[in-house]
């Protein structure tokens, strides 16, 4: 699994053109890595180092199914969370009649 992690990471791209999956790791305060339980300990390693040597400080967050605790992916609590989201489907469901009435 590392080979072609590493080979998509690392490949050799034309001059001028951005590696955007090392540009999303490099400026990333939190990388969420998945389907954890799908390798073993020295795969999972592998990937963490990999990770640590583009970006040393971002919090990674292990996952399986894509299930992340809100509360260390957003730092809020999830009924804030909840709130805010709730807060904005009213919004945009105010703007698009308002469009719609245009």
Same mark, same amino acid.
């Given at each position: 699994m590392r080979d072609d992690a590493d080979e998509h990471c690392w490949r050799q791209r034309e $001059?001028?053109?951005?590696?955007?999956?090392v540009n999303q790791v490099a400026f990333a305060d939190k990388i969420l890595l998945n389907k954890i339980d799908l390798v073993n300990?020295?795969?999972?390693?592998?990937?963490?180092?990999?990770? +640590?040597?583009?970006?040393?400080?971002?919090?990674?967050? $292990?996952?399986?199914q894509s299930r992340a605790n809100l509360?260390?992916?957003? +730092?809020?609590? +999830?009924?804030?969370?909840?709130?805010?989201?709730?807060f904005?489907? +009213?919004v945009a469901a105010r703007l698009t009649r308002a469009v719609w009435a245009v």
């Open positions: $001059e001028g053109v951005i590696n955007e999956a300990a020295q795969e999972k390693a592998s990937v963490l180092n990999s990770i +640590r040597s583009i970006n040393a400080v971002a919090q990674v967050i $292990e996952t399986t509360d260390q992916v957003t +730092r809020m609590p +999830r009924v804030f969370v909840q709130a805010c989201l709730a904005s489907y +009213r």
